[in-house]
C-alpha cells in the first residue's frame, strides 16, 4: 500500500512562512529622532520604526541553524550547517516563487525603507496580514500533512496535538501583533507632536512587542529543536531533514526526546496562557472538531484502527 506521507511535497509552507514572520519582527524597533528641517534648519521629532542596522534573513535562519545543531549534537558525514542552509535557500525560494505576494513584501524591506511612519507602518502590517493570511488559508494542506505523517509514525499523539495548537497560536501572535501596531498608529496620530505622549506610548507597546515576539521566537526555536532531533534521528541524507515521512522513536531517543518534548510543551504553554490572557478571540475555531480536517482525521484514524483490529 501507498506510504500516506508519500503524497506531500517537502518542504513545509509554515517553516518558511515563519522564518519571514521572524525577519519582519526583528525590522520593529521604534525611535525618537531629530531631523532638521532643510528650509529653516529647525529641529523636528519624527518617529522611526526601524533600526539602524538592516536584518539580514540568511543569517537569522543561519543562527537558527546553528543553534539547533549544536542543541541536538547532530553529526553525520553528509550534513554540514552551510549544505542544510543552502538547501533551506533553496526551498525558500520556491515558497517564495510559488507566493509572489509574500515575495513582493519581503523585498520592500530589502530596499530602503520609506522616512515617513504611516508608510513604515503601513509596510509592517501589510506584510504580518499577508502571512497571516497564508497560514490560515494553508491550515487544512497542513493538517493532512501531520495527519498522515503521525499515522504511519510511533509519535505519541499529544505531540500531534501540540504541533496542531502551535500552528494555531502562530496565527493569533501575527494576528494580535497586527492588531497592536493599528492601535499604536492610532495613539500616535492622537498624540502627535508631544514628545513626552509619544516615548510613553512607543514605550508601552515595546515592552508589549517585545515579551509578545520573544515567546513567538522561544515556540518557534523549541519546536524547530525538536523537529530537527526527531528527523534527523531518521535521515539517511540532507533531503531527509526537509521531507514527510515517517518517524520512529527508539529506546536509545527517548530520553532526548522527553527533554525536547518538554521545553516545546513549555514555551507552547507559556504563550497560550498569554494570549488567553490578552487576546483571546475567534481563531480557536479552526481547533474544533467541527473543522473539516479534523473529520478528515477521524475518519482515517477510524480506518487505521479497524485495519489493526
Known sequence: MKALTTSFENYD???????????VL????????KKIASKHYLKKTIIDLTPDEQPDLEKIISSEIEFVANQVSFSANWFSTDDYLKLWKKYFAKFLNEHVEIQESLQTFESDFPEDTNEQFGLMIDSLTRLTFLLKTSYN???????????ESNLPLELYNLYNL????KIS????LVGDLIRLQGR???????????????????????KLSGMFAK?????????????SNNAQELEDLFKTKPLTLNSNTEDKFTVYFNKFRQSLTEMTSFLDEKYLDEDMVLNSSESESFRDFDEKLRQIVLKHA
Do not use: C, G
Open 13 to 23: 509552507k509554515q517553516d518558511f512562512a515563519k522564518s519571514a514572520v521572524l525577519y
Open 26 to 33: 526583528q525590522h520593529f524597533q521604534p525611535s525618537l529622532r
Open 173 to 176: 501572535v501575527m494576528k494580535s
Open 141 to 151: 494542506e497542513w493538517h493532512r500533512k501531520s495527519m498522515a505523517e503521525f499515522l
Open 219 to 231: 515556540l518557534s526555536r523549541s519546536e524547530l529543536t525538536l523537529r530537527f532531533f526527531l528527523r
Open 166 to 169: 502551535s500552528y494555531i497560536e
Open 188 to 210: 500616535l496620530h492622537l498624540v502627535r507632536a508631544n514628545e513626552r505622549k509619544i516615548r510613553v506610548e512607543l514605550t508601552k507597546f515595546e515592552k508589549q512587542h517585545r
